[in-house]
């Protein structure tokens, strides 16, 4: 069963540390994905990846930064956290291809709360 | 930018019975894939029925369909014979077919089953 596991699901942080979310997949997924949920917003992309040491900002990237410098591992990284930024994390990968294959992969979010 | 926009915040429905979850979207393109997300309390995602935008037949899955309406640019769905499983966060969710492969969230409708 494919997989995509993120780190913590629970994640408590003090104003101004540097943190790092994690992210890996088992199934040699080309694209990954960091959204950010919080209530009433839905999910709101922060960045992505196509592969390997490629990444796009998406749509609130203001305050975060990605690593990818492997295939199975996309880092979200938070350089100097506040308290506006507890949500919740969700990770997400899926295979480049055609009109065929669709799907994505969720791993189960993280809870960061920021103190 | 494409949009998507879930009206109902909160919804809830007697066991047994229908009910239709609302999304509208707003894009330029004439060809692109629309997505129902699950998102019960251990916060996985889960996948409940796509549509391609080319496809006039209306998606089904078991007790899960969609009603689109293109031209309208609405697509809601219709979980029918509810069950105490289906309680959960319900996503519409866009995806352009060419281009950046990222998914663009509603903000979601918490579904509530009464027994």
């Known amino acids: 069963d494919v997989k995509v596991t993120q780190s913590s699901r629970y994640l408590v942080k003090r104003t101004g540390e540097k943190v790092f979310l994690e992210c890996v997949q088992d199934m040699d997924h080309e694209n990954m994905f960091w959204y950010r949920q919080d209530p009433g917003l839905g999910l709101r992309l922060i960045y992505f990846s196509y592969d390997v040491k490629m990444k796009e900002k998406g749509d609130i990237p203001e305050g975060y930064s990605v690593s990818r410098e492997k295939k199975e591992r996309f880092s979200l990284i938070l350089e100097s956290a506040s308290t506006n930024q507890t949500s919740m994390y969700l990770c997400a990968s899926r295979v480049t291809d055609g009109r065929a294959n669709y799907g994505y992969t969720f791993g189960s979010g993280t809870r960061l709360t920021v103190v | 930018a494409q949009t998507v926009t879930q009206s109902q915040p909160e919804m809830s429905v007697q066991e047994a019975e229908t009910v239709t979850l609302s999304c509208t979207y707003d894009?330029?393109?004439?060809?692109?894939?629309l997505f129902w997300y699950k998102q019960p309390p251990s916060r996985q995602m889960i996948l409940v029925i796509r549509q391609e935008a080319y496809k006039q037949q209306n998606a089904t899955e078991n007790r899960f369909s969609v009603n689109f309406q293109k031209a309208a640019k609405s697509f809601s769905l219709k979980i029918s014979d509810s069950q105490l499983g289906d309680a959960a966060m319900y996503f519409c969710a866009y995806r352009r077919l060419q281009g950046a492969q990222k998914l663009v969230f509603g903000q979601g409708t918490r579904l509530t089953i009464n027994p």
């Open positions: 894009t330029s393109e004439s060809d692109y894939y």
